[in-house]
């Protein structure tokens, strides 16, 4: 598995301070962007940007955390080549990733307990993607898409 990259803005922090703990009892390679110390004072954009250029630089994953989840998701979504997801439970772990070949993963740092984000990070990485042809074309139209 190629290097993930990890991110978070202070709501998300903690979590992801776990999960840094929980990759690296998987062996699992990651590098974080940021943010590396708590600040409530920072913006959860630079973080989904920063990610979302890596991973659609080395075609890679990344796991973004804020509070909700969903700011981090549009922030990456904004990069061209991404396809970040907001997950909540396990079959949408396994969906987004299967069905639309999710490249980002969002998690909200205020609902989601470690042990879940734990349950659904790992469904998450080991789900290949599905080269059933009509979710093949689904992708395509999204990777294919230009203003």
């Not at 999960?19 to 062996?27: D, E, G, N, P």
């Not at 904004?78 to 490249?103: M, Q």
């Not at 790992?122 to 599905?130: G, H, V």
């Not at 139209?141 to 230009?146: A, D, F, H, S």
């Amino acid at each position: 598995m190629k290097k993930i990259y990890i991110g978070a803005d202070h709501a998300g922090f903690k979590l992801k301070e776990a999960i840094k703990k929980f990759l690296t009892s998987k062996k699992i390679s990651f590098e974080d962007l940021g943010n590396r110390e708590y600040d409530k004072k920072d913006d959860y954009p630079d973080f989904g940007f920063k990610v979302a250029e890596r991973v659609a630089k080395e075609n890679t994953l990344g796991i973004l955390f804020c509070g909700s989840g969903q700011g981090v998701c549009i922030a990456a979504n904004k990069v061209k080549g991404i396809r970040a997801v907001f997950v909540n439970n396990l079959k949408d772990a396994k969906s987004t990733r299967e069905h639309n070949n999710a490249n980002v993963l969002c998690l909200s740092g205020e609902n989601t307990p470690t042990s879940k984000a734990k349950e659904i990070i790992t469904t998450w990485l080991k789900t290949p993607a599905s080269s059933e042809a009509r979710h093949v074309r689904r992708v395509n139209k999204i990777k294919n898409y230009e203003r």
